[in-house]
T-cell receptor
Framework: DAKTTQPPSMDCAEGRAANLPCNHS???????VYWYRQIHSQGPQYIIH???NNETNEMASLIITEDRKSSTLILPHATLRDTAVYYC???????FGTGTSLTVIP | EAGVVQSPRYKIIEKKQPVAFWCNPI?????LYWYLQNLGQGPELLIR????????DSQLPKDRFSAERLKGVDSTLKIQPAELGDSAVYLC?????????????FGPGTRLTVT
């Protein structure tokens, strides 16, 4: 199971795009990339996943590099309610790292 | 659609006492997970069930922790006896089974405080 590396914290101005990076350089060919977020005192919430192609849903966009060694979660217009810890994980072993604490600033 | 239900939401016990957590997964989800989350850390997998079978319990401290999933639906996680270091949030999650992808849906967690 590939391990992931994320910056511990990031700030983003309200209304601007938040770009959250994740490094997963040891990912294997059949492992998906998943993103979750966790708001204080709640359980993690699934956001999006992808394998090779970029993906978009109502919550976010996921950009995966061609070599699949890294990905970026994009929140196109960040709001104060997007303040949370964002976790990137890969594969089927259900490992979560320490995530990125995103603070959206008014 | 109802989400993953956990109870209790909060529990305070003295050390050496037993404690149990209950989880009801999303209807139709065959896979159930128990995680432990310490303050400032990501969730750590304790055990994963496929239907009634525990397919991954390698991180479960079996000297004091036990879990069961009778009839392949609800699950109970037990600690006996509890230690001070067990204070944490215990999360339950569920997902569909199959070949993937395995997006998980989490409950709100049970916050355990051992005094």
């Amino acid at each position: 199971d590939a391990k992931t590396t994320q910056p511990p914290s990031m700030d983003c101005a309200e209304g601007r795009a938040a770009n959250l990076p994740c490094n997963h350089s040891t990912i294997s060919g059949n492992e998906y990339v998943y993103w979750y977020r966790q708001i204080h005192s709640q359980g993690p919430q699934y956001i999006i996943h992808g394998l090779k192609n970029n993906e978009t849903n109502e919550m976010a966009s996921l950009i995966i590099t061609e070599d699949r060694k890294s990905s970026t979660l994009i929140l196109p217009h960040a709001t104060l309610r997007d303040t949370a810890v964002y976790y990137c994980r890969t594969g089927n072993q259900f490992y979560f790292g320490t995530g990125t604490s995103l603070t959206v600033i008014p | 659609e109802a989400g993953v239900v956990q109870s209790p939401r909060y529990k305070i016990i003295e050390k050496k006492q037993p404690v149990a957590f209950w989880c009801n997964p999303i209807s139709g989800h065959n896979t159930l997970y128990w995680y432990l989350q310490n303050l400032g850390q990501g969730p750590e997998l304790l055990i994963r069930y496929e239907n009634e079978e525990a397919v991954d319990d390698s991180q479960l401290p079996k000297d004091r922790f036990s879990a069961e999933r009778l009839k392949g639906v609800d699950s109970t996680l037990k600690i006996q006896p509890a230690e001070l270091g067990d204070s944490a949030v215990y999360l339950c999650a569920s997902s569909l089974a199959g070949t993937g992808p395995y997006e998980q849906y989490f409950g709100p967690g049970t916050r355990l405080t051992v005094t």
